[in-house]
Nanobody, 115 residues
């Protein structure tokens, strides 16, 4: 059974940084497409960043140059380093994988950017 567990959210001031972690079990992250989504209040989930099996990454325009998605194969985990955070980055962030025809989600972690 695939399980994704996020951690690392919190409250940070504008311009600050956070690092989100997603620990995976039941799959090998290097063999799966892994993504980070976020849900703004009252809106649908939005893909923020994605990493493919060959290590290629892609980002939504609003976070390019500020967020970095990485993968640690030894720990079977993916990370989202978020720098220069802005109030509009406030959302619940979810780790995701689509594997074997099914979507799997973590429980989400709240990121709040506020002074």
């Amino acid at each position: 059974q695939v399980q994704l567990v996020e951690s690392g959210g919190g409250l940070v001031q504008p311009g600050g940084s956070l690092r989100l972690s997603c620990a995976a079990s039941g799959l090998i992250v290097s063999s799966a497409v892994m993504g980070w989504y976020r849900r703004d209040p009252g809106k649908a989930r939005l893909l923020v960043a994605r990493i493919t099996t060959d290590g290629s990454t892609a980002y939504v325009d609003s976070v390019k140059g500020r967020f970095t998605l990485s993968r640690d194969n030894a720990k079977n985990a993916v990370y989202l380093q978020m720098n220069n955070l802005k109030p509009e980055d406030t959302a619940v962030y979810y780790c995701n994988t689509y594997t074997n025809g099914l979507n799997y989600w973590g429980q989400g972690t709240q990121v709040t950017v506020s002074s």
